[in-house]
């Protein structure tokens, strides 16, 4: 893919928006989740959720305009929409696990044929945990996994198997990679849609895990 990596992970936050329906209530994990809520379609209201105890999440502010008092479970600083509320952190945990989120738009280290996510741990480095992402992967109704298609060290995070250790097995729903949008389905990963400039042999060539496409694209 040719564009610049800012524009390439700004296709992939839009594109993961043009999946949100009118009055879902959506999570958004660490890192480029938390972009799409600044693509949201107009037309569209959605509710976005954070595990550290807020409802109604907006946009990311313009520089400059950041209130400390105003951040996400990853310690962002986030704005709220009107009708925004607070509660504690056990409540929006609740919420979670009972079943009460749409959508859950994660970040991914690795994914894989399975649907099985890797989100949380690079051996050798130093995390302070898994943190809610399992109870999120596990909660959400629908789970979209976003990513580069490409880890810094030139491998792809699209894998027949995770080697990475799972921040939940089989929940991923679809994948949005900056080369295109792919369905794990109870046959296997199915790509639905190409990044712009991209072709099928640029994302096949790529990654081992075994790729359908169900139409020419």
Not at 145 to 174: F, H, I, Y
Request: net charge negative; with cysteine; charged share 20%.
């Amino acid at each position: 893919m040719a564009a610049d990596r800012d524009s390439r992970r700004d296709w992939i936050a839009r594109r993961a928006a043009m999946e949100l329906r009118d009055g879902d209530v959506v999570n958004l994990g660490i890192g480029l989740p938390t972009t799409v809520a600044g693509f949201v379609p107009p037309g569209i209201r959605v509710v976005f959720q954070s595990e550290n105890g807020v409802l109604g999440l907006g946009p990311r502010p313009a520089p400059g305009d950041e209130d400390a008092d105003l951040i996400d479970a990853g310690g962002g600083y986030v704005t709220v929409v009107p009708g925004a509320c607070f509660f504690d952190s056990a409540a929006a945990f609740n919420m979670i696990r009972g079943g009460h989120i749409d959508v859950a738009i994660l970040g991914a280290l690795q994914v894989d044929e399975l649907g099985n996510l890797a989100n949380y741990i690079i051996p050798g480095k130093r995390v302070p945990g898994i943190g809610g992402g399992m109870d999120v992967a596990t909660g959400a109704r629908r789970v979209i996994g976003v990513t580069e298609l490409m880890a810094s060290d030139g491998t792809c995070k699209l894998v027949p198997r995770c080697t990475l250790p799972l921040t939940a097995a089989g929940e991923v729903n679809l994948i949005i990679t900056d080369y295109g949008v792919i369905e794990v389905t109870p046959e296997g990963l199915v790509v639905q849609e190409l990044a712009p400039d991209v072709q099928p042999e640029d994302l096949t060539s790529r990654t081992a895990a075994r790729l359908r496409f169900i139409r020419k694209l």
